[in-house]
């Protein structure tokens, strides 16, 4: 074999440079689908062409001529010449229309909606196994980190003890602003409106419902898990104040707002989504700003740690690209852990710091044990039961509570005598 033939590249990856350009019908042209336009714009070479894209505003002023852009989804959905559709409007509901239609068509999809995927997965999964079309979402989890079809092939097989992250960049950057420099919540949320790293409604992100949806995600591939999100345990940074950066710091901690799935020793699997403090030693204590990061943990693999930019058209965009290639490989998501699907852990206790100035929140959540308590800082560190977190978390939110996770879990407390701790 000569040196040249040694490295030129096998029939099936030329396909990409010599084949006809698949034709993309876009739908929705904000961040993510400008993102991927000028992504495709500076690759030419990657066989991929915007022939049709949807955007619901007419008249809106836009960066391509005016006869670029049409207003009706459904006439591109029925578009044989369309290779893939990629669906990246802001409107869960419509979103969820238009993909379980395309996906009935037997259409390949790519979508970037984690709200709209976290609400319909198990029905999606079912339309595309009947129309026998494909649905891939990376960009929908972490933005460029490519951690789903990790999860959904690599590690297909192998089991995983846990998965932490750090899914929403727009918390994150509040949180690195106010532990820099002691700036209050407000402001520093001010600021990242203001950099364009929160939106003007910052419930999403702020309350971690953001990041719920992703962690339902995560579940699905890491585990075969499928949840609704409200079965998850949410708890935003609304109610965070200097003096609760201050009492981490102390401990030569951050609070991060982290996403935990772990599986339990007897096999179960509990998913959280809180604040929590992190120590130097996790690699979480160094994603900063507006960044994400993943840890893995495998059973043989041992610890992996994915970071990378979360949000943004071109890294979004880049996500979207790369399910465009995968899908012109054939790939397709195997889920392969739901055909032993594991049981849903919510009878554990939870370790937290709890600050508020309501008595009552302290009576709600009824603590098993407490193990610090300062009356003038107005917080208590002890453990309450996953399950009355779940029950209260709209209340906490109304009252203004914070609550902030230790990272310990262990079962309910049989009377006094505490079983072995797992730590989360
Ligand atoms: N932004 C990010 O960094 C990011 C990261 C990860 C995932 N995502 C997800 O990606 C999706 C898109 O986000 P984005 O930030 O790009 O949104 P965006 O900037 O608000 O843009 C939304 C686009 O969707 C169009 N649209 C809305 N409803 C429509 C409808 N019924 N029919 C046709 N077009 C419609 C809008 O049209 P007009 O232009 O006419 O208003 C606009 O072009 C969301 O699901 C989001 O959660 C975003």
């Known amino acids: 074999m000569s040196t040249n033939a040694a490295f030129s590249a096998p029939a099936a990856s030329l396909s990409a440079s010599t084949a006809q350009p698949w034709r993309i019908g876009l739908i929705g042209f904000g961040c993510v689908g400008q993102g991927l336009f000028d992504i495709l714009s500076q690759q030419p070479a990657a066989g991929f062409s915007i022939a049709r894209i949807v955007v619901k505003t007419p008249g809106k002023a836009r960066p391509l001529p005016a006869e670029r852009f049409e207003y009706d989804p459904q006439a591109v959905l029925e578009d044989d010449t369309l290779d893939v559709l990629v669906e990246v409007i802001d409107d869960a509901e419509v979103a969820f229309q238009l993909v379980a239609e395309a996906l009935r068509r037997g259409r390949r999809v790519v979508t970037a909606n984690k709200a709209m995927l976290a609400r319909h997965l198990p029905e999606l999964i079912r339309l595309q196994r009947e129309g026998r079309g494909t649905l891939l979402y990376e960009a929908a989890v972490c933005g460029s980190i490519p951690v789903i079809r990790t999860l959904d092939a690599y590690f297909s097989t192998e089991p995983l003890r846990r998965l932490t992250g750090i899914l929403n960049g727009s918390s994150n950057y509040v949180l690195t602003r106010m532990g820099e420099d002691g700036s209050d919540y407000s402001p520093a949320l001010a600021e990242a409106q203001t950099l364009g790293f929160a939106e003007t409604d910052p419930t999403l992100d702020m309350g971690a419902f953001d990041p719920r949806s992703k962690a339902v995600l995560l579940a699905a591939h890491a585990y075969g898990a499928f949840l609704q999100p409200e079965q998850v345990l949410n708890l935003g940074i609304e109610g965070i104040g200097a003096v609760d950066i201050a009492f ?124 610090e308590e300062a009356d003038e800082d107005e917080y208590v560190v002890g453990y309450v039961a996953l399950e009355n977190l779940i029950r209260h978390r709209d209340t906490l939110r109304k009252y203004g509570a914070f609550i902030v996770r230790t990272g310990r879990l262990r079962p309910i407390s049989v009377g006094t005598e505490l079983a072995e701790e797992v730590s989360a």
């Open 248 to 371: 981490a710091a102390s401990q030569g901690q951050k609070i991060k707002v982290v996403a935990g799935l772990q599986r339990l020793p007897d096999g179960r699997v509990t998913v959280l989504v809180t604040p929590q403090l992190i120590g130097p030693e996790s690699p979480l204590y160094t994603v900063d700003q507006e960044f994400n990061g993943v840890v893995i943990e495998a059973d043989f693999a041992g610890e992996q740690f994915l970071r990378g930019r979360g949000a943004g058209g071109h890294p979004t965009g880049s996500a979207v690209l790369a399910d465009l290639a995968a899908l012109r490989q054939g790939f397709a998501y195997q889920y392969a852990k739901a055909a032993a699907a594991p049981t849903y852990a919510s009878d554990l206790e939870v370790e937290i710091y709890l600050r508020t100035d309501e008595d009552r929140i302290i009576d709600l959540l009824d603590f098993s044990e407490i193990s």
